[in-house]
């Protein structure tokens, strides 16, 4: 397995189904509703061999998170759980679902949660929701030290791809095109008088995007007035008479115009006009319709800018061209923090042996103390004291350097000190097996989960 | 010691140039934008001692061209730093840090000969003419990069073009802002200069002669051409990319008049006398 040198008991594996390998039938035959999570998670952390579960069901995808005693068991809890609860074979899973194992696990929980994963890579909501199936299943008590890590170094990830890069920094849809070129113009979009001319869908969607940006006052505008008046109750805008539109222009500081018209309804005088009247404080317009409503030449007055369907969709595309190069960026992000979290997964794994060292020095120790009770009895009680603590500090000193040796190695990552110790302090009595014996998840320290 | 300074100061608002260039064609980081600040922060304090050490032996920092040039370079510093506690936009850095550098380098290779002070200059009129007039200039200057900012903004917007570096610059209402109150105290400031400059003329018989100097001409045209520019947006909202065409237009008229009329030219305000 591609999990060479990780602990088998704190092995991550995931099994799921996203947009990238299912349809959204078996995806919705899969989905978890955040009301039965406990008891689904209640009921998969009871498979056999299974210590730590997290369930992410989104309308995306869905992943089943999981450490067991073995990544095997892991992953055959996992299957059991499928087939009991969602009736789905093991031929169905092969075909239909990813699985990642070890630090594949770990990319993928990191890619997801940075939205590398995404539909729309670079969407913020998808953290949120990793957040909550992680709170969910700790509220469960499903996750252990392993999930938590891992949950938690996978929000910091998705923290640095954010501020690191900018993926998420630039429009990809026309809505939000447009806001972002009213921010080019106009700083800041506070205050600003947005004129939407007809009722189309796509207008009323980059209106919407304009309004939560802070346009403060929406006029509307529609050949038939009821529904400017519909669509202005709707935006808390005003309705405003279709023939007013050349005195009303002046007004607009953003027009948005979408109507079914087949002729200019905005033409290049009526803006000239416009702009006279308002001392050429500029004016930006969004010409959703085809065919188009402004005409061109609008373009080419000084302080005026037009925008039209493909003029929007090729900002799109060249903010998808950016996410795309900052998506690659944030792989190398990955790719540290993947490290660092190995690094954590191994240190797991040390600690135990040296724990172990500690115990059976502690032991002889013990041992030699009582064997030496006979003429220790004859000495006064501080001296039998000042004698157990001349041991202990001897023990301690002794043990101080191959001990912080051991954890420096550890932190490099090279389990095989961890082996040297036990053969080397003998702590595998029985036939001296140089493989690392599987510790109970109590034995591991339970680390501060915050990230470090 | 001054030649010394002076190089060092270059050396470090070159490295601050460096920086605020990154900052606009490499990546927006705002630790790149705090470096480059600094940086320009202490080439100031390195270039205002090397400018005190100068004016040790006697010598204003606007009688010759070479410590003109260095002067203007040391105002343009503060002027911009200054610029920066209200409007905090490093990419105005990006335009005026290698302008910053040249005008010390140009005075790096400049002789600065150690003249003693001719009498005339021995006035209280003197420094605040010289200060109002060069305050004025830095104003028009920044205007002018403002102004420029502005085009190739406006430009980008109107061709559709779109490029990661110019989307690094300020939305055009507010370069259109920045440069409008430029200008306006630009515009006080050189009223104020030229008035001073007059009176002196007037309370000095000596210098009579003076009125005919090329550089009054040339800067009341300087003046006439900002005064429509101010006037025009107040009356018929002269706006967006004309007035920043005319702060660029303007500029270009500071520049001509220094350097023909201090630099090259004859006269009262000549350096080669």
Same mark, same amino acid.
């Given at each position: 397995?591609?999990?060479v040198?990780?602990?088998?008991?704190?092995?991550?594996?995931?099994v799921g189904?996203?947009?990238?390998?299912?349809?959204?039938?078996?995806?919705?035959?899969?989905?978890?509703?955040?009301?039965?999570?406990?008891?689904?998670?209640?009921?998969?952390?009871?498979?056999?061999?299974?210590?730590?579960a997290?369930?992410?069901?989104?309308?995306?995808?869905?992943?089943?998170?999981?450490?067991?005693?073995?990544?095997?068991?892991?992953a055959?809890?996992l299957s059991?759980?499928?087939a009991?609860?969602?009736?789905?074979?093991?031929?169905?899973?092969?075909?239909?679902?990813?699985r990642?194992?070890?630090?594949?696990a770990?990319?993928?929980?990191?890619?997801v949660?940075?939205?590398?994963?995404?539909?729309?890579v670079?969407?913020?909501?998808?953290?949120?929701?990793?957040?909550?199936?992680?709170?969910a299943?700790?509220?469960?008590?499903?996750?252990?030290?392993?999930?938590?890590?891992?949950?938690h170094r996978?929000?910091?990830?998705?923290?640095?791809?954010r501020?690191?890069?900018?993926?998420?920094?630039?429009?990809?849809?026309?809505g939000?095109?447009?806001?972002e070129?009213?921010?080019?113009?106009?700083?800041?979009?506070?205050?600003?008088?947005?004129?939407?001319?007809?009722?189309?869908?796509?207008?009323?969607?980059?209106?919407?995007?304009?309004a939560?940006a802070g346009?403060s006052?929406?006029?509307?505008?529609?050949?038939?007035h009821?529904r400017a008046?519909?669509?202005?109750?709707?935006?808390?805008?005003?309705?405003?008479?279709?023939?007013?539109?050349?005195?009303?222009?002046?007004?607009?500081?953003i027009?948005v115009?979408?109507?079914?018209?087949?002729?200019?309804?905005?033409?290049?005088?009526?803006v000239q006009?416009?702009?006279?009247?308002?001392?050429?404080?500029?004016?930006f317009?969004?010409?959703?319709?085809?065919?188009?409503?402004?005409?061109?030449?609008?373009?080419?007055?000084?302080?005026?800018?037009l925008y039209?369907?493909?003029?929007?969709?090729?900002?799109?595309?060249?903010?998808?061209?950016?996410?795309?190069v900052?998506?690659?960026?944030?792989?190398?992000i990955?790719?540290?923090?993947?490290?660092?979290?190995?690094?954590?997964?191994?240190?797991?794994?040390?600690?135990?042996?040296?724990r172990?060292?500690?115990?059976?020095?502690?032991?002889?120790?013990?041992?030699?103390l009582?064997?030496?009770r006979?003429w220790?009895?004859?000495?006064?009680?501080?001296?039998r004291?000042?004698?157990?603590?001349?041991?202990?500090?001897?023990?301690?000193?002794?043990?101080?350097?191959?001990?912080s040796?051991?954890?420096?190695?550890?932190?490099?990552?090279?389990?095989?000190y961890?082996?040297?110790?036990r053969?080397?302090?003998?702590?595998?009595?029985?036939?001296?097996?140089?493989?690392p014996?599987?510790?109970?998840?109590?034995?591991?320290?339970?680390?501060?989960?915050?990230?470090? | 010691?001054?030649?010394?300074?002076?190089?060092?100061?270059?050396?470090?608002?070159?490295?601050?140039?460096?920086?605020?260039?990154?900052?606009?064609?490499?990546g927006?980081?705002?630790?790149?934008?705090?470096?480059?600040?600094? %940086?320009? /922060? +202490? @080439? &100031?304090?390195?270039?205002?001692?090397?400018?005190?050490?100068?004016?040790s =032996?006697?010598? !204003?920092?606007?009688?010759?061209?070479?410590?003109?040039?260095?002067?203007?370079?040391?105002a343009?510093?503060?002027?911009?730093?200054?610029?920066?506690?209200?409007y905090?936009?490093?990419?105005?850095g990006?335009?005026?840090?290698?302008?910053?550098?040249?005008?010390?380098?140009?005075?790096?290779?400049?002789?600065?000969?150690i003249?003693?002070?001719?009498?005339?200059?021995?006035?209280?009129?003197?420094?605040?003419?010289?200060?109002?007039?060069?305050?004025?200039?830095?104003?028009?200057?920044? %205007?002018? /990069? +403002? @102004? &420029?900012?502005?085009?190739?903004?406006?430009?980008?917007l109107?061709?559709? =073009?779109i490029? !990661?570096?110019?989307?690094?610059?300020?939305s055009?209402?507010?370069?259109?802002?920045?440069?409008?109150?430029?200008?306006?105290v630009?515009?006080?400031?050189?009223t104020?200069?030229?008035?001073?400059g007059?009176?002196?003329?007037?309370?000095?018989?000596k210098?009579?002669?003076?009125v005919?100097?090329p550089?009054?001409?040339?800067?009341?045209?300087?003046?006439?051409?900002?005064?429509v520019?101010l006037?025009?947006?107040?009356?018929?909202?002269?706006?967006?990319?004309?007035?920043a065409?005319?702060?660029? /237009?303007?500029?270009a008229?500071?520049?001509v008049?220094f350097?023909?009329?201090?630099?090259?030219?004859?006269?009262?305000?000549?350096f080669?006398?």
């Amino acid at each position: 397995m591609e999990h060479v040198g990780l602990p088998e008991w704190a092995t991550p594996l995931v099994v799921g189904v996203s947009h990238h390998t299912s349809s959204v039938e078996l995806r919705e035959k899969l989905a978890f509703d955040a009301g039965d999570l406990p008891r689904a998670l209640g009921r998969l952390t009871s498979q056999p061999g299974m210590r730590e579960a997290m369930i992410l069901s989104t309308c995306n995808r869905v992943e089943l998170l999981a450490v067991g005693e073995t990544p095997e068991a892991a992953a055959s809890g996992l299957s059991g759980f499928l087939a009991e609860e969602r009736g789905i074979t093991s031929e169905d899973l092969v075909r239909h679902a990813f699985r990642f194992a070890g630090p594949n696990a770990a990319r993928h929980v990191f890619r997801v949660a940075a939205s590398l994963d995404s539909m729309v890579v670079g969407e913020p909501q998808i953290l949120g929701q990793v957040k909550s199936a992680y709170r969910a299943a700790a509220e469960s008590h499903a996750v252990g030290p392993v999930l938590n890590r891992l949950c938690h170094r996978a929000f910091r990830v998705a923290k640095r791809v954010r501020t690191e890069t900018q993926i998420g920094d630039h429009a990809v849809s026309v809505g939000f095109a447009a806001v972002e070129l009213a921010r080019k113009i106009f700083d800041s979009l506070d205050g600003k008088v947005v004129l939407v001319l007809g009722a189309g869908e796509m207008a009323e969607l980059a209106t919407r995007n304009l309004a939560a940006a802070g346009a403060s006052k929406i006029l509307i505008a529609n050949r038939t007035h009821l529904r400017a008046i519909r669509m202005a109750e709707e935006f808390h805008g005003t309705a405003v008479p279709f023939d007013e539109l050349p005195t009303r222009l002046a007004d607009a500081d953003i027009v948005v115009c979408s109507t079914g018209a087949s002729s200019y309804v905005v033409t290049q005088p009526m803006v000239q006009a416009a702009l006279k009247r308002r001392k050429r404080r500029s004016m930006f317009f969004i010409d959703i319709s085809v065919p188009r409503n402004v005409d061109p030449e609008v373009n080419h007055l000084d302080n005026s800018y037009l925008y039209d369907v493909d003029d929007l969709e090729q900002v799109v595309d060249a903010n998808w061209q950016t996410r795309r190069v900052e998506a690659a960026r944030a792989e190398q992000i990955l790719d540290q923090e993947i490290e660092r979290f190995l690094d954590w997964l191994h240190e797991l794994d040390a600690n135990p042996v040296i724990r172990e060292i500690q115990d059976r020095w502690e032991g002889i120790r013990q041992s030699e103390l009582d064997r030496h009770r006979g003429w220790l009895a004859r000495l006064s009680e501080d001296d039998r004291r000042g004698v157990a603590e001349l041991t202990r500090s001897l023990m301690g000193k002794l043990l101080h350097a191959p001990l912080s040796q051991l954890k420096a190695c550890r932190a490099n990552g090279s389990l095989g000190y961890v082996d040297a110790a036990r053969v080397l302090f003998d702590l595998d009595d029985e036939g001296r097996s140089r493989k690392p014996r599987p510790r109970p998840v109590a034995a591991a320290p339970l680390e501060d989960t915050e990230s470090t | 010691m001054h030649e010394f300074l002076l190089a060092v100061t270059a050396a470090v608002y070159f490295g601050s140039t460096v920086a605020y260039l990154g900052y606009l064609l490499v990546g927006a980081r705002p630790q790149t934008a705090r470096v480059a600040r600094i %940086a320009f /922060a +202490v @080439g &100031l304090a390195l270039h205002s001692a090397a400018i005190a050490v100068r004016c040790s =032996h006697g010598l !204003p920092p606007t009688i010759s061209a070479a410590d003109t040039l260095s002067f203007y370079g040391w105002a343009l510093v503060t002027g911009f730093l200054v610029v920066q506690l209200r409007y905090p936009l490093p990419t105005v850095g990006s335009f005026l840090s290698p302008l910053v550098c040249l005008l010390v380098l140009m005075s790096l290779a400049l002789p600065k000969p150690i003249t003693p002070l001719d009498p005339k200059f021995a006035t209280i009129w003197f420094p605040v003419h010289v200060t109002l007039a060069v305050a004025g200039d830095v104003a028009f200057v920044l %205007a002018a /990069a +403002v @102004g &420029l900012m502005y085009l190739i903004r406006e430009t980008s917007l109107k061709t559709k =073009h779109i490029s !990661p570096v110019i989307d690094r610059l300020p939305s055009l209402d507010l370069l259109d802002r920045i440069n409008y109150r430029l200008i306006t105290v630009g515009f006080s400031l050189l009223t104020l200069g030229m008035l001073t400059g007059g009176l002196w003329i007037f309370l000095d018989p000596k210098l009579k002669a003076a009125v005919h100097d090329p550089k009054i001409l040339w800067t009341v045209s300087t003046w006439v051409l900002y005064a429509v520019l101010l006037n025009g947006r107040a009356l018929v909202g002269l706006r967006g990319r004309k007035a920043a065409l005319m702060s660029v /237009a303007g500029f270009a008229m500071v520049v001509v008049t220094f350097v023909g009329v201090n630099l090259l030219g004859q006269g009262f305000h000549s350096f080669r006398q």
